[in-house]
């Protein structure tokens, strides 16, 4: 299991105590990826890498490099896995003709489930959902299952991505002839952003990991501008039945704004990444 953090925090434990409870029966570890010392001794299958460069891909890259099995499972610390996160996905995993990728479930969660505000609403009904992005044949590496032989094959991560480098891994592994497949029963739970602040910031990252993501695939510079101005066409549908939906009223008129806020911060997200790489 290969598990990048960015420093000590209280994600970084819960996620190593899911992974001491899980109801594999094989052997495993744990390998978690920091660029600071961290006491893993309550966690006796962890062991720590040290890598202290920026960026998802490094990270994903060094615990690849220092993983033994022929199985890489990862996720990471703002993720809690189930107890049957790894038997579920390596079954999957190991059921396919040919091993490719397996994407596991990712469960939204609110600080509070009963009283979930707006934005945290929001982003249980549309963040991160795996099923969809299967579809389109990405996956993130918050619950993604690959052999160490499918690794080798594709090559690593792309460490020159400030995000989506997990979307550009996938997508060379199915130009290699790989299947990714979606696995509901290999869940993790992940805690939603819960401010208007963080889901703005989160939107900017979003364009411009997207942004880069398109650069890195050589798409048409036109047709990536077309797509993001296309996010100001709002979804009056969908903001319709927001707005007829048995929710509180707060909350129904709060979706509406999320919707919004998630648009406009996408295009001005685009248009700031797109004045810094000229």
């Known amino acids: 299991m290969i598990l990048p953090a960015r420093t000590d925090s209280p994600g970084l434990r819960l996620a190593l105590e899911a992974l001491k409870r899980q109801t594999f029966s ?6 978690v990826v920091c660029p600071e010392d961290l006491n893993l001794a309550p966690y006796p299958r962890s062991r720590l890498v040290r890598e202290c460069r ?13 993983a ?24 999957d995993l190991e059921s396919m003709r040919r091993p490719g990728l397996v994407a596991g479930r990712i469960v939204q969660t609110a600080r509070d489930a009963q009283r979930p505000n707006a934005v945290e609403t929001f982003e ?23 052999t160490s032989a499918l690794f080798d094959a594709v090559g690593p991560f792309r460490e020159d991505l400030a995000s989506k480098s997990d979307w550009e891994f996938c997508l060379r592994a199915r130009e290699a ?4 497949v979606y696995c509901h029963d290999a869940e993790v ?4 952003i819960a401010t208007w602040y963080g ?18 695939r050589r798409r048409s510079g036109n047709e990536m501008r077309r797509e993001a101005l296309a996010e100001l066409r709002l979804p009056v549908r969908t903001m319709l039945r927001a707005l007829s939906s048995n929710r509180p009223v707060a909350t129904r008129v709060g979706l509406v704004a999320a919707i919004v806020v998630t648009r406009a911060s996408y295009v001005a997200g685009w248009v700031l990444a797109e004045v810094r790489t000229r």
């Open 26 to 31: 094989g052997a495993y570890e744990v390998v």
């Open 54 to 66: 920026n960026g998802p891909g490094a990270a994903l890259n060094a615990g690849v490099r220092a």
């Open 68 to 91: 033994c099995g022929d199985i890489l499972a990862f996720t990471d610390i703002d993720c809690v896995p189930a107890s049957r996160w790894i038997e579920a996905g390596v079954i």
């Open 124 to 146: 249980v009904d549309s963040s991160l959902r795996q099923d969809e992005d299967v579809r389109h044949g990405v996956a993130s590496a918050s619950n993604l299952f690959i």
């Open 177 to 180: 002839g790989y299947d990714l």
């Open 189 to 192: 739970s992940h805690r939603v």
């Open 199 to 216: 889901l703005w910031r989160s939107k900017l990252r979003l364009a411009r990991g997207m942004l880069e993501l398109g650069n890195a």
